[in-house]
């Protein structure tokens, strides 16, 4: 029968105190000018890889290994970070999506049903990421679902999009909107009245997260429900190509436009009756906006006019919120998380990151679930990321904030495992610029130096990892591995994350002189990382985690 309870792990004693360290974005890749760690001066990092080969290895840290729908999807924080606090592999929204579009399932079950109630007489709006990185939604589905819902009876649809150019190569965007734009041409031909009406660029409009800067939301709320943007166009294709051309403009950026008719007015602000999907699977960037659709009471900025719709998210973002309360597909169930587990073993926890990845080593890491499991036992503490700045240009970022506060924690004795996110090689990484990032990983080495050297005070043992690649590699390959160029002869900046795997190191006083990583899991992904954790907490991991990368010699 089920119990919390975890046995004694036969040869590893219970009480030392464990840094779990993940490193955002920070996979491992030869060596050359584009790779960013390599180029940064990362002594710690270095000297992990370089004096303990039994101590240091690499783990898969995308597609199928962590529930991708295939092992062409770049790994993500979100899958990274569920499958390290997991301990299992988890089919995760890109596929269940998939799966349930295929299947036809997603139509008969209640969160469509429930959105199609408005389909007779009034507008159904789409509202998402156009792109195809797979990270936060895929153009694909979107196609899909355009095509499910006006087959099934939708006559009017307004699609607002928010362009990527972080999954995947800025400029991109313009690609998009034109094949999007042809699905809607073809749906007008069939009589449907469908278009787009709203747009802007994801970081500047719409997807902040972890309530960094609600600014962000309502720049897209102004836009999407009352119609209202700075700019205006005809369609969406010129829009972007329009706002691409002023100087520094990026798809990650683009200000908020309203697509408007020819007596310039809006084709498609949110009305009474309507119905509204947000597209996205992913949560941690949907779930402000969620708020602001859903909820009553609402106080983060002047709504205006709150109109009275049926929401869906994709996906529903929060278990625990129960946010949005209609979705058209199940997230998947991620229960029995090592956190829960530890904290009912008795393991005091301490977890830190900045706003930006705040989420991500608390909400992701126990399985999409916000809250403390026993707040007696648990501390979590965000320290405020800087605000309306691309990370470029603060490319430290909070780094060494978050490594004080993880000394501080651990030499207090009062915590068994200490928990970080250190952001810098994903925050950086995603802006595409080079010289930047070099700094931000030279700021995270540092910073880890600081955790090690509090574990070495107290007799610990650090883990030191991270959730999937990113600053090893900021260019374009192709199939040989060399960096693809423009049409002008530059190369092309990758500013989105990598299939590359990512390092796991173990070490410090306490680690006990016969542990080293077994060569019997050559594959191990990051969903091995939890039973490795509870092992060197002194205990034995559930039977369906996946297996522990380490043995215990004598
Ligand atoms: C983002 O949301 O910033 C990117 O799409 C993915 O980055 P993350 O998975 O590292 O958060
Ligand atoms: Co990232």
Redesign the pocket.
């Known amino acids: 029968e089920f119990t919390w309870k975890l046995a004694d792990h036969p040869k590893l004693p219970k009480g030392k105190i464990i840094a779990v360290v993940v490193l955002?974005?920070w996979g491992e890749a030869s060596p050359d000018k584009f790779n960013c760690i390599h180029v940064a001066e990362t002594p710690t990092m270095d000297s992990l890889k370089n004096t303990a080969p039994d101590r240091w290895r690499l783990v898969r840290a995308h597609g199928t290994a962590v529930g991708l729908p295939t092992d062409d999807d770049m790994?993500?924080?979100?899958?990274?970070h569920n499958a390290l606090g997991a301990g299992r592999i988890y089919a995760q929204g890109a596929k269940l999506v998939d799966l349930a579009l295929a299947s036809g399932k997603l139509y008969e079950d209640e969160g469509f049903n429930y959105i199609k109630e408005s389909f007779a007489n009034n507008t159904l709006h789409l509202i998402g990421l156009m792109s195809d990185?797979g990270?936060?939604s895929r153009l694909d589905q979107l196609q899909l679902l355009l095509k499910g819902a006006s087959e099934r009876g939708a006559k009017r649809i307004r699609v607002h999009v928010l362009t990527?150019g972080?999954?995947v190569l800025d400029g991109t965007s313009v690609k998009f909107a034109e094949t999007l734009e042809k699905d809607l041409t073809e749906l007008r031909g069939k009589g449907i009245d469908a278009q787009v009406a709203s747009g802007g660029g994801?970081?500047y409009v719409t997807?902040d997260?972890y309530e960094n800067d609600w600014e962000v939301v309502k720049r897209g709320w102004d836009a999407q429900v009352l119609g209202e943007a700075p700019h205006k166009f005809k369609n969406v294709v010129e829009a972007i190509k329009k706002l691409r051309e002023a100087p520094n403009a990026n798809d990650q950026y683009l200000p908020p436009f309203a697509i408007v008719d020819e007596n310039e007015n809006p084709v498609g602000p949110i009305m009474d009756g309507d119905a509204v999907v947000t597209f996205n699977f992913?949560a941690?960037?949907m779930t402000m906006l969620a708020q602001a659709l859903e909820y009553e009471k609402f106080d983060k900025f002047d709504r205006v006019r709150f109109p009275k719709i049926r929401y869906a998210g994709m996906l529903q973002y929060d278990g625990e919120l129960k946010l949005p309360s209609h979705y058209l597909v199940s997230p998947p169930l991620i229960e029995r998380t090592s956190g829960e587990y530890l904290v009912h073993n008795g393991v005091r926890t301490f977890a830190c990151s900045e706003t930006?990845?705040f989420g991500?080593v608390t909400f992701f890491w126990n399985g999409n679930r916000s809250g403390y499991f026993n707040s007696e036992l648990e501390e979590y503490v965000e320290i405020p990321s800087d605000s309306g700045i691309t990370f470029n240009v603060q490319p430290k970022m909070k780094a060494l904030e978050i490594g004080e506060k993880a000394r501080d924690a651990i030499l207090s004795r009062k915590f068994d495992q200490v928990r970080v996110n250190i952001?810098n090689g994903?925050?950086v990484g995603?802006t595409g610029d080079i010289e930047a990032t070099i700094v931000a990983c030279k700021a995270a080495d540092e910073a880890v130096k600081m955790i090690l050297d509090a574990i070495e005070e107290v007799g610990g043992i650090y883990v030191v990892t991270a959730?999937?690649g990113?600053a090893e590699d900021m260019v374009k390959r192709n199939k040989k591995g060399e960096p693809l160029l423009d049409k002008d002869g530059k190369v092309q900046i990758q500013t989105?994350?990598t299939l590359q795997p990512v390092p796991v190191a173990i070490g410090g006083p306490g680690l006990s002189r016969g542990v080293k990583f077994r060569k019997d899991v050559p594959n191990g992904g990051l969903a091995n990382v939890a039973a490795t954790v509870m092992n060197l907490h002194g205990f034995v991991a559930p039977d369906d985690y996946e297996t522990s990368l380490i043995e215990v010699v004598d």
């Not at 790994?75 to 990274?80: K, L, P």
């Open positions: 955002d974005g790994g993500n924080s979100e899958v990274g990185g990270v936060h990527d972080r999954d994801r970081m997807m997260r992913r941690d960037r930006v990845k991500h952001p994903d925050m995603h959730d999937h990113n989105s994350h």
